[in-house]
């Protein structure tokens, strides 16, 4: 049996990314870069003020006599709209957050530290000495013309979108997500929808990996069950050679029904079937018709589990992603976890943060069919190989799924 390191480094090895398409901005969010996004203009692309208050010169601000300078109201400038009068010695200009300083201003100062008759006033008191720059947001201060703020492979997020929208990225060029064709298998397999009858279980992987897809960024097609013939195995391939990556749960074990690999040796070539890992050992990946092919265990939580293994990185590769895998950190377990097979053992387990420190509970009965044991899950505690025994307070490596939120 490979190590989960090999298995891994043999899957990413046939990868390649996909090639890039032009998406409108507003359905980029997810996305990968396929470009270097440049400033094409300064941001700000002037200077503008940070506050609603007057624009006037430094100088102007100054005591005189001890008494607040009082300076002549020459008009006002809103954002949108640039002064047409320039701001001189004894005089100011109402100014508007975010609209342009006015020519000869070289400072602003909020409306409360003035005093004047009100919004028609003709004349402001200067309450505070205010130096040069003063609530001024100078030209290209965020962004330069000819900057790269974004770089391709980075993923689009809320706030790359706000980047691209304020650099005038209307169309952007990304990595195409990519498609991925859900297959489940068995004779015993029905759909969500049907009353179960003896010896039947609900097609429960192929919607669990449905949404697992969907999350690191693929595009599903469930195409429904195989049945335990080569017959239907052969069909319901045809239709996901179409796919840029084909999942399957169940079929790649021993057993005299387990036929997927039987179809893979015959349309294409497998590169390997067994992993040393609990749950999950029979991971089967090769290629039907030259497209990969990630063969999952029928049992629902080691699809689960060998998914967030080796099926998101590969569609995080796929999509152009350069850090495929979930960060790992180092956690406290709150129990003894004792193992007996002598595989890696992945468990599902809740971590919490306690005074700077990662506390690591395991979520129940870790059987391969126990699909509750995911439901509090944010990490998989990585137990080594040999049959090791953790005791509670020993230190181990734990995969984060999600981070804990208290």
Same mark, same amino acid.
């Given at each position: 049996?490979?190590?989960?390191?090999?298995?891994?480094?043999?899957?990413?090895?046939?990868?390649?990314?996909?090639?890039?398409?032009?998406?409108?901005?507003?359905?980029?969010?997810?996305?990968?870069?396929?470009?270097?996004?440049?400033?094409?203009?300064?941001?700000?692309?002037?200077?503008?003020?940070?506050?609603?208050?007057?624009?006037? =010169?430094?100088?102007?601000?100054?005591? *005189?006599?001890?008494?607040?300078?009082?300076?002549?109201?020459?008009?006002?400038?809103?954002?949108?709209?640039?002064?047409?009068?320039?701001?001189?010695?004894?005089?100011?200009?109402?100014?508007?957050?975010?609209?342009?300083?006015?020519?000869?201003?070289?400072?602003?100062? /909020?409306?409360?530290?003035?005093?004047?008759?009100?919004?028609?006033?003709?004349?402001?008191?200067?309450? *505070?000495?205010?130096?040069?720059?003063?609530?001024?947001?100078?030209?290209?201060?965020?962004?330069?013309?000819?900057?790269?703020?974004?770089?391709?492979?980075?993923?689009?997020?809320?706030?790359?979108?706000?980047?691209?929208?304020? =650099?005038?990225?209307? /169309?952007?060029?990304?990595?195409?997500?990519?498609?991925?064709?859900?297959?489940?298998?068995?004779?015993?397999?029905?759909?969500?929808?049907?009353?179960?009858?003896?010896? /039947?279980?609900?097609?429960?992987?192929?919607?669990?990996?449905?949404?697992?897809?969907?999350?690191?960024?693929?595009?599903?097609?469930?195409?429904?069950?195989?049945?335990?013939?080569?017959?239907?195995?052969?069909?319901?391939?045809?239709?996901?050679?179409?796919?840029?990556?084909?999942?399957?749960?169940?079929?790649?074990?021993?057993?005299?029904?387990?036929? @997927?690999?039987?179809?893979?040796?015959?349309?294409?070539?497998?590169?390997?079937?067994?992993?040393?890992?609990?749950?999950?050992?029979? @991971?089967?990946?090769?290629?039907?018709?030259?497209?990969?092919?990630?063969?999952?265990?029928?049992?629902?939580?080691?699809?689960?589990?060998?998914?967030?293994?080796?099926?998101?990185?590969?569609?995080?590769?796929?999509?152009?992603?350069?850090?495929? /895998?979930?960060?790992?950190?180092?956690?406290?377990?709150?129990?003894?976890?004792?193992?007996?097979?002598?595989?890696?053992?992945? @468990?599902?387990?809740?971590?919490?943060?306690?005074?700077?420190?990662?506390?690591?509970?395991?979520?129940?009965?870790?059987?391969?069919?126990?699909?509750?044991?995911?439901?509090?899950?944010?990490?998989?505690?990585?137990?080594?190989?040999?049959?090791?025994?953790?005791?509670?307070?020993?230190?181990?490596?734990?995969?984060? =799924?999600?981070?804990?939120?208290?």
């Amino acid at each position: 049996m490979l190590s989960v390191e090999e298995a891994l480094s043999r899957i990413l090895a046939e990868i390649r990314p996909l090639e890039s398409v032009s998406l409108p901005l507003d359905q980029a969010l997810g996305s990968v870069l396929a470009q270097d996004i440049v400033a094409h203009e300064d941001m700000p692309p002037f200077d503008n003020s940070a506050m609603d208050g007057f624009a006037l =010169l430094s100088q102007d601000s100054k005591p *005189q006599g001890g008494h607040p300078p009082r300076l002549r109201v020459i008009g006002g400038v809103a954002a949108g709209y640039v002064a047409q009068t320039r701001v001189e010695a004894g005089t100011a200009m109402r100014i508007m957050t975010g609209a342009p300083v006015p020519a000869g201003a070289d400072t602003v100062i /909020q409306v409360e530290l003035t005093n004047s008759d009100g919004p028609q006033s003709k004349w402001v008191e200067i309450l *505070q000495e205010v130096p040069p720059g003063n609530n001024i947001r100078p030209a290209g201060e965020d962004m330069r013309s000819g900057q790269t703020i974004l770089t391709r492979g980075q993923e689009i997020g809320a706030w790359e979108i706000g980047i691209l929208a304020t =650099l005038g990225y209307a /169309q952007v060029q990304v990595v195409r997500r990519p498609r991925v064709a859900i297959l489940g298998t068995g004779d015993e397999v029905v759909d969500i929808d049907a009353e179960l009858q003896p010896g /039947q279980i609900r097609n429960s992987n192929s919607y669990l990996l449905e949404a697992a897809v969907r999350q690191a960024g693929g595009i599903p097609q469930r195409l429904g069950v195989a049945r335990d013939t080569t017959e239907s195995l052969r069909e319901k391939f045809s239709q996901a050679v179409h796919a840029d990556l084909i999942l399957t749960s169940g079929g790649v074990s021993v057993g005299d029904f387990d036929l @997927v690999k039987d179809i893979m040796h015959e349309q294409g070539a497998i590169n390997f079937w067994r992993i040393n890992m609990k749950p999950g050992k029979p @991971v089967a990946f090769g290629k039907i018709s030259g497209v990969p092919l990630l063969g999952l265990p029928g049992n629902p939580v080691s699809s689960a589990v060998t998914f967030e293994l080796f099926g998101r990185p590969v569609i995080r590769k796929l999509q152009g992603h350069t850090r495929l /895998q979930r960060q790992q950190i180092e956690v406290i377990v709150e129990q003894d976890i004792q193992e007996r097979a002598m595989r890696r053992h992945y @468990v599902r387990a809740h971590i919490t943060q306690h005074a700077g420190k990662f506390i690591a509970r395991p979520t129940g009965n870790q059987g391969s069919n126990i699909m509750t044991s995911l439901l509090q899950a944010n990490a998989l505690l990585v137990i080594p190989e040999g049959g090791a025994t953790v005791k509670a307070g020993e230190h181990i490596q734990a995969i984060m =799924l999600y981070w804990p939120e208290d």
